[in-house]
Every structure is written in structure tokens, then in C-alpha cells.
């Protein structure tokens, strides 16, 4: 992965990528404004951006979280600067119009405020820019459908299911959405569709001794491998781990899954189809 152009400070470590699933394979932490106990900012190139300049999240470890905070390292070092290196006792917020959280904020308030034709464009830049978020994507499926527009609702509802879940799990809605996305021909054989359709996978996670989520997320996997979209077979692998990662020893050795070999795999499947292994940075 590429680092970025750096003329200024920040504690950066290259050989310090994580390797997934949480923090994301792709996330390399900084001490910088660090809190502790796990939270952190860090770098991450989202999946297929691994050449481009990465932005700056903040991981929020107890909650196996991450957010987006920064467009950018210059606008994480401009926050810092302005607030004399102690952000949290100053609290003095930047600019950063441009950047998919805040296009998305804004989204938020045009929609309250009844002003729909005014969302769409910042939702549509929203998931252009950071296509990894959930809930950029269900809102955007929302508006859509509010327009009658079937085959983009059902697309934005899609990549709602297909988004990296450190990032938020998908709402519940997003399952009503992929059934109805069952009903249009260009969907209806999508791996993904046609199980939640089928009501053989849904989004129920941990707290029972057997969850066939897990063989119907392996099922999709290896379908859209089969169809060559690595990319969403890549972000499925990562959640399956991510998601995985939360259940009992006892689970996880039923459902066979090793961690480490976890982590070769996906990194293996990472750098023979997208050229990156996504575990180093230079």
C-alpha cells in the first residue's frame, strides 16, 4: 500500500499494518491524539484503494468500531496543529467539506428538512468516495426507491449487505430491500439476494451453538469468486472474519475457523486479486 507524501511529523510505522479482521487488515494505528486502551486514529486504504493516498480513521476497539475521521493525513495533521496537539482540551474542529461523512451529515439535514433532490447528489458523493459504509448506501437505497428507481434502490441496497461491517453493521432494513431486489431480473441471481430472499441468510450473529449465516456467507463468497468479483468476495471474506472473530472459542472451532489461517488467506486472496497483500506499507 501506498504511504503518503509526508512533510511533517506523525508517528507512522510502516511495518505496523494490521492484519485483520479487527482492526481491519488495511489499518495502520498512530500514537498520535491516541486516547488508549485501543482507541487510536490510524490510516486505511479501503479495499482496491490500496495505491491511492489513504484517509484517517479512528478505531474505537471495545466497540469494534471504526469511523472515518479525515480525508486525508494533511487535514489530521491540520487538527492537530490547530489545536496545539491536544485536540481533546481544545476541541476546535477543521474543514473538511468534501470528505464522504461530512457530504453525508449534510445529506442528513437536507432530508430533515424535506429538501430530497438536495440529498441525493451528497449521498451519491458519500458512496462514491468512502464505498465501505453501510449506512451511506441504505439511506441512498432510500432515496431511490422514494423516486421509483428500482435497479439503482436495489444496487444501493446491495452494497448496504456488501460493506466492510467495521464500519457499522447493515440495518435490518436492508434485508426487506434485497427481497424485494429478488423481483428484478439482473438481481434476482445475485448470491447475496438470492439467500436473504430465500430467507437462508440473514443478519443474526452470536448467543446460539450452530448459525448457518456462516455457511451461506462462505456459499457467497466462493459464488462471486466463481463470477470474478474479487472485490466483493473480498469484502464478504473480511466480514465473515470480522464477524467470526466475535463468537466462542468453542463456535469458532466447530465452524473450523483458525484465526492466523484466517489472516494468510485473506492476504493471499488480497494480493493475487487486487496485486496488494494489503500487510505493508512503502
Known amino acids: 500500500m501506498k504511504l503518503p507524501f509526508l512533510n511533517h511529523s506523525l508517528s507512522i510505522e510502516a511495518d505496523g499494518i494490521c492484519p485483520g479482521p479487527f482492526p481491519p487488515c488495511g489499518f495502520l494505528p498512530l500514537a498520535d491524539a491516541a486516547l488508549g486502551n485501543g482507541d487510536c486514529f490510524g490510516l486505511y486504504w479501503p479495499l482496491e484503494k490500496e495505491n491511492n493516498d489513504p484517509i484517517v480513521c479512528e478505531l474505537y476497539h471495545d466497540e ?16 492537530l496543529d490547530i489545536n496545539d496537539g491536544d485536540p481533546y482540551e481544545n476541541d476546535i474542529a477543521i474543514e473538511d467539506h468534501s470528505f464522504a461523512p461530512v457530504q453525508f451529515r449534510l445529506a442528513k439535514e437536507y432530508l430533515s428538512s424535506g429538501e430530497m433532490d438536495d440529498a441525493l447528489p451528497r449521498l451519491i458523493n458519500a458512496t462514491k468516495q468512502l464505498p ?3 449506512e451511506y448506501w441504505l439511506t441512498l437505497a432510500g432515496q431511490h426507491r422514494r423516486r ?11 452494497n448496504a449487505w456488501l460493506s466492510n461491517w467495521t464500519f457499522g453493521m447493515p440495518d435490518n432494513k436492508v434485508i426487506q430491500m434485497l427481497t424485494q431486489a429478488a423481483r428484478l431480473p439482473q438481481f434476482r441471481d445475485d448470491p447475496v439476494v438470492r439467500r436473504v430472499a430465500a430467507k437462508e441468510m440473514d443478519l443474526n450473529y452470536g448467543g446460539v451453538k450452530e448459525n448457518t449465516n456462516y ?29 467470526m472473530s466475535s463468537e466462542t472459542t468453542a463456535f469458532q472451532d466447530r465452524y473450523g475457523f483458525n484465526l492466523n489461517e484466517w489472516r494468510m488467506q485473506f492476504s493471499k486472496l488480497c494480493s493475487e486479486h487486487l496485486g496488494d497483500a494489503r500487510n505493508h506499507a512503502e
Open 64 to 79: 469494534w468500531l471504526m469511523v472515518p475521521a479525515f480525508s486525508s493525513v494533511e487535514k489530521f495533521r491540520e487538527w
Open 132 to 134: 465501505e459504509v453501510s
Open 148 to 158: 421509483r428507481e428500482d435497479d439503482a434502490a436495489a444496487e444501493a441496497a446491495l
Open 215 to 243: 455457511l451461506m456467507m462462505q456459499a457467497c463468497i466462493d459464488d462471486y469468486f466463481s463470477q470474478d468479483k474479487p472485490r466483493l468476495a473480498l469484502t464478504l471474506l473480511h466480514n465473515y472474519g470480522y464477524i
